[in-house]
């Protein structure tokens, strides 16, 4: 039987695993994983910092997605038919900061 007989479709786009920095950054910033309200607000503040694929990828990570099950979502961010709560973005961003937000995205 062919290798790929084998594999499901939903298993060949497993979700990116993260390097060592970024692995990092998540374990401070979201010591017990990403929150229900933290989802679009969390992808409203990486669009503003990378592609919608970046985004989509990175959240995708935390939650143990692909991206492509983000990349909607990411992409309603995009075009401002999601706007998340401005508060839960105030804090989320300052968790994100106190992170290393900013080196993180430059490396």
Known sequence: MPFLDT???????LPE????STAAFIKCAFPNGL????????????????SIR?????VGMLLGKQYMEIYNDALGVNNK??????????QLKQRL????YEMWLHE
């Not at 594999?7 to 786009?13: D, L, Q």
């Not at 970046?54 to 990175?58: E, L, N, P, Q, W």
């Not at 038919?81 to 105030?90: F, K, M, R």
């Open 54 to 58: 970046a985004a989509s990828s990175f």
């Open 35 to 50: 929150l229900d309200e933290e989802y679009f607000p969390l992808l409203y503040i990486l669009r503003n910092d990378m």
């Open 97 to 100: 900061i106190d992170c290393g």
């Open 17 to 20: 695993t993260p390097d060592e």
């Open 7 to 13: 594999i499901t479709m939903s298993n060949m786009y």
């Open 81 to 90: 038919t999601l706007l998340p709560d401005s508060e839960i973005v105030a």
